[in-house]
């Protein structure tokens, strides 16, 4: 990449870290996502499986050709630069370590590649993997490799050729439970050390909560959010985002205290607001009954049906219909207190300082 | 069981196998009387399918003979098999159910008349003389035995474990030559196409062969030819299905009107 | 970090089978020897006893009295040496050509790429001696292509070693382009992506990740061509000829003299068959310990 950083195109003068709009056209499915990541920043692509993320991190390595917009990389235009000559390092959803080659050799091969003598590029993938803590598995073939350790290795052949961008597809959903909280720990760090820009794709919001700074979610080929993970789980937009982050979201029109739903449900809250908005509440903020309360405060009261429970852990989640649909959290002595079973007709109630209202 | 036998046996098998495709081929056409394949009334009026083994080198005018046979013999159907002498005469002795074989060579015959397959004695009726098969319009001005030695002449000849090659050997010795091919061919047919596709400049093969080639090779005789002919023989079989129809079919090769035929393809009267 | 790492997908190719031998591998085949169904176990030892059979034949009835004198014989040691050199030399002809056509026809997207892969089987199907023919047509002294060949560079390959050479990887090629194009296809063509993300060229990426990736393909396809080339008759003694010691391979020796002499035919297939079998079984013993 001894080229890199000279040829400026046409982009605007020298802006560090990435600025793309990458659209690809491929039969029927259209992606259409912008994106802009300052160095040192790691930014997630969330969204549901067909969204088109991996597509866009195909798209920034080079593996797909864009069929419009354009990639710049610290003001470098990378458009039509085939994968080997980009500045980009990938690490796979599947690890695609070599088989055929030793931990070190995996990772000597970018280096190789890039002009390094096979010794000096012994030696820088001897240090990364020293880095990654995995310097006593270097001779070992991928196949003998847990999967923590095939993916530490993935992370240090993609490190090992000082990318620009970094690119991570899905990085820990080939792991186990138990595994997967300790690599994700390592790789937050690694990541927080990284100077250039990370981009990884995840449907886990866990994931994109712990790792990135920013998250952009895409639904159906677009972006349909982006913000930090923290504003991203207050103020959820889609449907899609809500379930992931456990919010009940409704979309309406606010007068004052009250927003109006589309379908004529009217929920009472605390904060006002005027015009298009979104009213979201946790599912541990519904209370439910099995005669309709006298003596409660809740300002906002459905009749709703059981749909459907589901036991997670000492809770239990219930999917009512009928009135407004909603998920409702209650233990489980609650739930086996109020006999709840499916078809079973429930009071739904929610306290109106349990709502958050944000203008859509 | 000798390996030679082993070997008769396994060619036995693939000359059966043959003839089941043949006679399957033929039936439509065949016999119109279902059930009796062969008779003959006694007044040398014959019928029913006729089997006949027969050289290679036989084919174009045992193919025509064939036809006028059945012509002069209503229901009667011959169906032949043309092949390398040595496999058909394994195929022979390994029990294929063949009336009549023509052989290109006496030797071949005796591998079937010495294992006690043939019926009577078998008899010379044509004979073959090699020829030089050169390119058209003989190029090279080739017009003796001695002429195939120049250098930078490419000559193919058959390899001498085959008759046309044994020959070919006894003509060579005859003229006192010593003759370095680029190639020893399996058989006079490979022999004549190298000429014929111009890989090879000359070649030694049989008259017939010359004969059937049309204007692709030109023919040159030479004199040694006369030490090396090599006879046909034809018998009919021990084991012939239809013993009666074939000795009428061998009497019409060695008539006057299949002598017409054979000596129009280029053999000699033995 | 216990549990050993089995990507779900692509990352160790399925072919090859049986080179690989893994503890698990050998396990289960011990345990497929046991309960294998009557079903398939009858008709599998039919199979083998059909196969075995001819050659187990072919023994019995070598002429073992005579052998020593048979084998002893200058042109029986120069058909083996010769047939051996041509059929490796096909064999690394085929490798050449032929591993970069199953690349095109197993990567590559172009128009009319079933047809490419339907012609390339061509050999396959046509009867050697009539392939034989064609490479006269094509590569003879008077050939589409070889009277140029004759013309500007003085090469005619009928009646040479070469034209050896080339006869048995005209019809040995084809099982070499077929096994690897299926090991390629089987082979995660994502690899290549990984290695060309890290700087390496397609050709790179070729080189140093798929070929060593589809080596059991490269080898097992190696082993059929070679014994194909090693077997061939028809197209050699058709485009190459027949003399010995330039262009007589063992199958000509023997072929020729099934014409007068079956019991020194029978010696020299079994010289062929006991050379081929040495060196497959070598070859395999090799390949079992590399891999």
Known sequence: MTDFGKECGSGPAHVAGLDARLVVDRGGFRLDVALRVAPGDVVALLGPNGAGKTTALRALAGLTPLSSGHLRLDGTVLDGTPPEGRPVGVVFQDYLLFPHLTALDNVAFGPRCHGASKADARAQAARWLDRMGLAEHSGVKPRRLSGGQAQRVALARALATRPRLLLLDEPLAALDARTRLDVRAQLRRHLADFEAVAVLVTHDPLDAMVLADRLVVIEHGLVVQEGAPSDIARRPRTDYIARLVGLNLYKGRAEGHVVRLEAGHVITTTEELTGPAFVAFPPSAVTLYRERPTGSSARNLWRCEVAGLETHGDRVRADLTGGLPLVADLTTVAAAELDLRPGAPVWAAVKATQTHTYPA | ?270 | MSTPYRPDSGAEIRTGAGTRGGPGGRRARVGAGRGVPLPLLLPALAGLVFLLLPLTALLVRTPWRSLPEQLTSAEVWEALRLSLICASAATAVSLVLGVPLAWLLARAEFRGRGLVRALVTLPLVLPPVVGGVALLLALGRNGVVGQWLDSWFGITLPFTTAGVVVAEAFVAMPFLVISVEGTLRAADPRFEEAAMTLGASRFTAFRRVTLPLIMPGIAAGSVLAWARALGEFGATITFAGNFPGRTQTMPLAVYLALQNDPAAAVALSLVLLAVSVAVLAGLRDRWATVR
């Not at chain 2, 052989?103 to 079937?112: L, Q």
């Not at chain 2, 005859?174 to 061919?185: C, R």
């Not at chain 2, 006879?231 to 009666?244: Q, R």
């Open chain 2, 1 to 270: 069981m000798t390996p030679r036998s082993v070997q008769r046996t396994l060619r036995a098998g693939a000359g059966a196998a043959v003839l089941l495709a043949l006679s399957a081929c033929s039936s439509p056409g065949g016999s119109s009387t279902p059930g009796s394949s062969a008779s003959a009334d006694g007044s040398g009026n014959v019928s029913g399918p006729v089997t006949v083994f027969a050289a290679a080198s036989l084919k174009e005018s045992f193919t025509a003979l064939g036809k006028d046979f059945e012509k002069a013999h209503p229901g009667t159907k011959v169906t032949f098999s043309f092949g390398g002498s040595d496999t058909l005469a394994a195929g022979i002795t390994g029990g294929a159910p063949a009336d009549v074989f023509a052989a290109a060579s006496p030797r071949t015959m005796a591998v079937v008349s010495d294992a006690g397959g043939v019926s009577g004695t078998p008899s010379t009726f044509v004979r073959n003389q090699l020829e030089i098969a050169t390119l058209p319009g003989n190029p090279d001005r080739i017009t003796s035995l001695k002429d195939l030695t120049g250098a930078g002449l490419k000559v193919v000849l058959c390899d001498r474990t085959v008759p046309c090659g044994a020959a070919t050997q006894k003509a060579l010795d005859a003229a006192g030559l010593e003759l370095t091919p680029v190639s020893y061919e399996q058989d006079v047919k490979s022999a004549l196409t190298k000429v014929e596709l111009k890989e090879a400049d000359a070649s030694v093969v049989y008259r017939t062969d010359v004969e059937a080639a049309g204007d692709k090779v030109e023919g040159v005789e030479f004199p040694e030819s006369a030490d090396a002919v090599n006879d046909y023989p034809i018998a009919l079989l021990k084991d012939a299905p239809n013993p009666a129809a074939a000795e009428e079919f061998v009497a019409y090769v060695r008539s006057a009107e299949g002598r017409k035929v054979l000596t129009g393809a280029g053999f000699l009267a033995p």
